[in-house]
């Protein structure tokens, strides 16, 4: 297979390994618990942030760890679900007088794992509160989900959760901001290539020379409907309708407009996708606040994207806005 | 072809407008001469420094003129040198009473376009010096270069002169800086696939489904041999081993470390990969004082890697740590 990958097994505790090394300073690998958290976790006076998902999609969550984000991340196995002893003794780990805030995506095996582990880190006396994100539009149950699944929005949520979290809020109010940020967030995503997993070794899923797969999940779940190719402008337009129709986005709106790289796809092609939403929006009267365009949520090697929008107010854009300091930079 | 593209001959002009859409307060794109400069650019008080080369290694250079780093970017088309009068007309438009600084990669298109453009410039009455960048230490001449192949090293170059220009450092001094940072800077990179560029709309290159190309150019020129896959410490040993010898770099020297994705490589990967080569240079007695995972100068959607190292002293560390801005970033 064409990765950088050794034994399959020891991909994810490998890409840990190398993340903390590259980080001394700002964060700390535990292999016990596959985990990643801050250095300087758990602080007493704020609340304690964390996700887990499967591993497959950095930089999200292992990456996006440190000041104004996550304190850590508990990953599974590639597209695997983090395991329920894991998100407990991360919680543990965490624990702080203010509480701790999970942070989940929408698909069955992730939840299953951190209620178990809520229930366990709970009966040590761990305060805890769930955010559940769910914002891709594409289909409204999955392969892997039952209600709408989880993608690239939860960048957003983390976000503002993670700038609330550091100027000293409580855990009810980081739960009203996540799920105020959760209900104005809207993705859809679409495939041009199929991605490979370490341990399989070949292709995840078939998908033809001439074929793409608009409204995929980020672990290949089948989206809308699979078709034949079709150029920038045309796949462009037919994600930014799918999520401005849906919450729906009106004329008069500010919001952030995110072109999320699926891991495969070169930057070069992900400005010029931007460069369309953005001119399809303003066709609608709807002014782009704030602009992301990079990898923020993958799936492994994928070729394809997804379109996020938020619909901002003067309380997400300023949490948006706020500093924060991760491992996924240039410089 | 399983890209986000329209025309292919719009490939670059669409890609430079989203760049310039999503980035409204610090860049603008000048259509006519194909270039991304900074809105505050010339200021009288500082050396402008820009950089042109072929499209297709963004973020390398349109997408890292900003704050701190050029001030413009004079792209040619995917994987072409910039024409001489774009060259001619971006040196126009930075003139600055301080003088112009062109940094080249080594290839003789990019040369040659550079060179005639500063020709017709200075006829003009613009000041200007140039800087080339040679760090690959693959092979001694190559497909499209006499001499060694500018690559991924052309990051730390440009860094550490956009910093001293922004404190206001003269042209001399920038020069000197400049050939200080290239002579301690080495790279060498691999290819897992070939990569596709749009007006082709096929592979570059072929390399067969079970091989790899060792010390490969960015745009697919021969590396130093074909050969079967291998595992990602294999792999990881023979860069690193490449690059330190070469210098070389030795038991006491402080380095800076970058795994630079080719465009179709995840960055899981990418961390893995950091994590042995710093194992390595750690067994060599050779300590990692600075830390850069991720894609600075790729070949459009190659699946692959580099290696670099930059050895440290007290000055190129200050310049590396400077603050800058540019459209690339998670936030």
């Given at each position: 297979?064409?990765?950088?990958?050794?034994?399959?097994k020891?991909?994810?505790?490998?890409?840990?390994?190398?993340?903390?090394?590259?980080?001394?300073?700002?964060?700390?690998?535990?292999?016990?618990?596959?985990?990643?958290?801050?250095?300087?976790?758990?602080?007493?006076?704020?609340?304690?942030?964390?996700?887990?998902?499967?591993s497959?999609?950095?930089?999200?969550?292992?990456?996006?760890?440190?000041?104004?984000?996550?304190?850590?991340?508990?990953?599974?196995?590639?597209?695997?679900?983090?395991?329920?002893?894991?998100?407990?003794?991360?919680?543990?780990?965490?624990?702080?007088?203010?509480?701790?805030?999970?942070?989940?995506?929408?698909?069955?095996?992730?939840?299953?794992?951190?209620?178990?582990?809520?229930?366990?880190?709970?009966?040590?006396?761990?305060?805890?509160?769930?955010?559940?994100?769910?914002?891709?539009?594409?289909?409204?149950?999955s392969?892997?989900?039952?209600?709408r699944?989880?993608?690239a929005?939860?960048?957003?949520?983390?976000?503002?959760?993670?700038?609330?979290?550091?100027?000293?809020?409580?855990?009810?109010?980081?739960?009203?901001?996540g799920?105020?940020?959760?209900?104005?967030?809207?993705?859809?995503?679409?495939?041009?290539?199929?991605?490979?997993?370490?341990?399989?070794?070949?292709?995840?899923?078939?998908?033809?020379?001439?074929?793409m797969?608009i409204?995929?999940?980020?672990?290949?779940?089948?989206?809308?409907?699979?078709?034949?190719l079709?150029?920038?402008?045309?796949?462009?337009?037919?994600?930014t309708?799918?999520?401005?129709?849906?919450?729906?986005?009106?004329?008069?709106?500010?919001?952030?407009?995110?072109?999320?790289?699926?891991?495969?796809?070169?930057?070069?092609?992900?400005?010029?996708?931007?460069?369309?939403?953005?001119?399809q929006?303003?066709?609608?009267?709807?002014?782009?606040?704030?602009?992301?365009?990079?990898e923020?949520?993958?799936?492994?090697?994928?070729?394809?994207a997804?379109?996020?929008?938020?619909?901002?107010?003067?309380?997400?854009?300023?949490?948006?806005a706020a500093?924060?300091?991760?491992?996924?930079?240039?410089?």
């Open positions: 297979m064409k990765k950088f990958v050794n034994a399959p020891d991909f994810v505790p490998e890409m840990l390994k190398g993340l903390a090394l590259a980080n001394p300073d700002t964060l700390k690998y535990v292999p016990e618990y596959n985990l990643i958290m801050r250095t300087d976790a758990p602080n007493p006076d704020k609340v304690s942030v964390m996700q887990g998902s499967g497959g999609h950095e930089p999200a969550h292992v990456m996006i760890v440190g000041k104004g984000m996550l304190d850590a991340a508990c990953p599974g196995d590639v597209f695997s679900a983090p395991p329920m002893d894991y998100v407990l003794e991360t919680s543990k780990l965490l624990a702080s007088p203010k509480g701790v805030l999970h942070i989940v995506n929408n698909y069955t095996g992730d939840r299953m794992g951190f209620d178990m582990g809520r229930e366990m880190a709970e009966a040590d006396g761990v305060t805890i509160k769930t955010l559940i994100v769910d914002d891709d539009v594409a289909v409204s149950d392969t892997y989900t039952v209600g699944r989880g993608v929005g939860n960048f957003f949520v983390i976000k503002a959760v993670g700038a609330a979290s550091e100027a000293g809020a409580e855990l009810d109010e980081l739960v009203r901001i799920e105020k940020v959760n209900s104005v967030t809207r993705t859809m995503g679409m495939a041009l290539t199929s991605c490979t997993p370490p341990a399989k070794g070949s292709p995840l899923f078939d998908l033809g020379a001439d074929e797969e409204g995929v999940g980020i672990h290949g779940e089948p989206g809308r409907r699979r078709e034949k079709a150029d920038a402008n045309t796949i462009i337009d037919e994600l309708e799918a999520v401005v129709t849906d919450l729906p986005y009106e004329r008069g709106d500010n919001v952030a407009l995110m072109i999320n790289g699926l891991g495969g796809t070169p930057i070069s092609e992900l400005y010029l996708a931007y460069g369309r939403a953005h001119e929006l303003a066709g609608r009267g709807i002014t782009v606040g704030r602009s992301y365009v990079g923020y949520c993958t799936s492994l090697d994928m070729a394809g997804s379109v996020t929008l938020v619909r901002l107010d003067d309380e997400i854009t300023s949490l948006l500093p924060a300091e991760v491992a996924v930079r240039i410089f």
